[in-house]
């Protein structure tokens, strides 16, 4: 049987549950306090591989946690609250956006980031082109 994994987020205290959706069980909690995590959570993505997910939070900055340890991977640090948060089908990129007016690149792997993108529409969502051409 194939698994599925969900986020569920109590954003007034920062805490990640990541859920196994086949039988609904909690495989982890990652506290505020417990892994470093910094401030209550605004949004969340899982990577298209399922080992990794990410947290955007609303005292700057996202992180990366491994799905099945809850080990923090990478702490992408950003002078803004960050509303939105996509990883590209590659596993190589990850983009950051307050909802206005910017979208950081990220490379994941090194914890870098590669480019601030200005432009002047307000964002509401966050994806990358199945083929990694388009954000």
């Not at 920062?14 to 306090?33: A, P």
């Not at 298209?48 to 923090?72: C, E, H, Q, W």
Request: glycine share 8%.
């Amino acid at each position: 049987m194939r698994r599925h994994r969900g986020s569920q987020i109590d954003s007034n205290k920062g805490r990640l549950k990541l859920w196994e959706t086949d039988m609904w069980n909690c495989t982890q909690t990652i506290e505020n306090d417990q892994r470093g995590m910094i401030g209550p959570i605004l949004a969340t993505c899982f990577s298209p591989d399922n080992k990794n997910v990410m947290v955007g939070r609303m005292f700057g900055g996202a992180d990366i946690y491994d799905v099945s340890t809850g080990t923090l991977q990478h702490r992408l640090k950003s002078w803004n609250s960050i509303a939105l948060v996509a990883i590209s089908p590659d596993n190589q990129l990850c983009a950051l956006s307050t909802g206005v007016l910017n979208v950081e690149l990220w490379n994941i792997k090194t914890g870098t980031r590669l480019q601030v993108i200005k432009h002047d529409v307000t964002d509401c969502t966050l994806s990358f082109s199945a083929n990694d051409n388009y954000l």
